[in-house]
T-cell receptor
Framework: DTGVSQDPRHKITKRGQNVTFRCDPI?????LYWYRQTLGQGPEFLTY????????KSRLLSDRFSAERPKGSFSTLEIQRTEQGDSAMYLC??????????????FGPGTRLLVL | GQNIDQPTEMTATEGAIVQINCTYQ??????LFWYQQHAGEAPTFLSY????GLEEKGRFSSFLSRSKGYSYLLLKELQMKDSASYLC???????????FGTGTRLQVFP
């Protein structure tokens, strides 16, 4: 257990429905990241936050995806009008976030999404 | 462009030593990480290199050559529980994201 928690751990939904995932980072960590991983691939970066500010979004993050970190603590990732191609493991990671320091990112257990 | 290459699969015998290679080409470089990932679980941190040379941590060691864009993860005294995927990831200089390879699936046999 790294101290990063995600909820739910599994989600099955029908195409077209909206889903929301939550991530709680390690408490003193300022940076929070979202990645997506499909079978047989490494994680792909989606977006990251420094405190409450969203600093970068990948081109993978279409308009149907939105992420928030309103108080600089937990974060939510929402997918609207889900498609079968959204089926993947969604991973959250956090790091201390000190400027200029390459720090370790610690991953949560992930949310496995299946879109039928 | 960004490109991280590592072998897809490797096999080894319990008690042996295995070396997993990773080559990378990225637009910037600010450290290389190795993570272990068991099936259906999240990646767990193994090692980090930002300067050339060898970092040793118990049974695991990681090496980096920045001029060659090359790293390896060395696992000694293999145990059955080491069967997992090993992910090589590069942190880019001007962003904070990790760029992952596809992972190397290691199977350890008795």
């Amino acid at each position: 257990d790294t101290g990063v928690s995600q909820d739910p751990r599994h989600k099955i939904t029908k195409r077209g429905q909206n889903v929301t995932f939550r991530c709680d980072p390690i408490s003193e960590h300022n940076r929070l990241y979202w990645y997506r991983q499909t079978l047989g691939q490494g994680p792909e970066f989606l977006t990251y936050f420094q405190n409450e500010a969203q600093l970068e979004k990948s081109r993978l993050l279409s308009d149907r995806f939105s992420a928030e970190r309103p108080k600089g603590s937990f974060s939510t990732l929402e997918i609207q009008r889900t498609e079968q191609g959204d089926s993947a493991m969604y991973l959250c990671a956090s790091s201390l976030g000190r400027t200029g320091v390459s720090e370790t990112q610690y991953f949560g257990p992930g949310t496995r999404l299946l879109v039928l | 462009g960004q490109n991280i290459d590592q072998p897809t699969e490797m096999t080894a015998t319990e008690g042996a030593i295995v070396q997993i290679n990773c080559t990378y080409q990225t637009s910037g470089f600010n450290g290389l990480f190795w993570y272990q990932q068991h099936a259906g679980e999240a990646p767990t941190f193994l090692s980090y290199n930002v300067l050339d040379g060898l970092e040793e941590k118990g049974r695991f060691s990681s090496f980096l050559s920045r001029s060659k864009g090359y790293s390896y993860l060395l696992l000694k005294e293999l145990q059955m529980k080491d069967s997992a995927s090993y992910l090589c990831a590069v942190r880019e200089w001007d962003t904070d994201k990790l760029i992952f390879g596809t992972g190397t699936r290691l199977q350890v046999f008795p």
